[in-house]
């Protein structure tokens, strides 16, 4: 059986780590609102320009393809066709590196946990110092 001083300093430990958990969990609210909001404009924004180029270089090509279409038709198709390619890789390269440069979820969060159970791996090991006295 605790005496009562040791139960009330148990009650507070809780309460404290109870009190960091819930500032943590309203921290990684906060950070998940801020990445959806940023992601969400991200995805509009890249829809509506990939869309936009998307026609504009549709209509470029079939303009090549129409001036060409006496002379060299196939030749113009072919070279709007390794358009694309080039450009879908291009894209496909850029979007891998965006990604891979994306910081991981959570990060502050993360970092903030780290930091309590190491605060809380001190405080319990600096209590079991041998000769303190209490």
Not at 15 to 33: C, K, P, Y
Not at 46 to 70: G, P
Not at 89 to 95: C, I, P, T
Request: aromatic share 8%.
């Amino acid at each position: 059986m605790l005496n009562p001083n040791a139960r009330a300093a148990l009650k507070r430990v809780v309460a404290s780590l109870l009190g960091m958990t819930q500032t943590r969990i309203e921290l990684a609210g906060v950070e998940l609102a801020q990445a959806r909001q940023a992601t969400v404009r991200t995805v509009i924004w890249s829809l509506l320009t990939a869309l936009a180029a998307a026609f504009a270089s549709l209509f470029i090509c079939l303009l090549v393809i129409a001036l060409a279409w006496d002379s060299h038709r196939f030749l113009a198709i072919a070279g709007c066709a390794a358009f694309y390619v080039v450009l879908g890789v291009y894209f496909y390269v850029q979007l891998k590196d965006t990604l891979a440069a994306q910081p991981p979820l959570f990060e502050a969060t993360l970092a903030e946990l780290g930091r309590d159970k190491q605060a809380v791996l001190d405080s319990l090991s600096s209590g079991d110092t041998p000769g303190e006295s209490s």
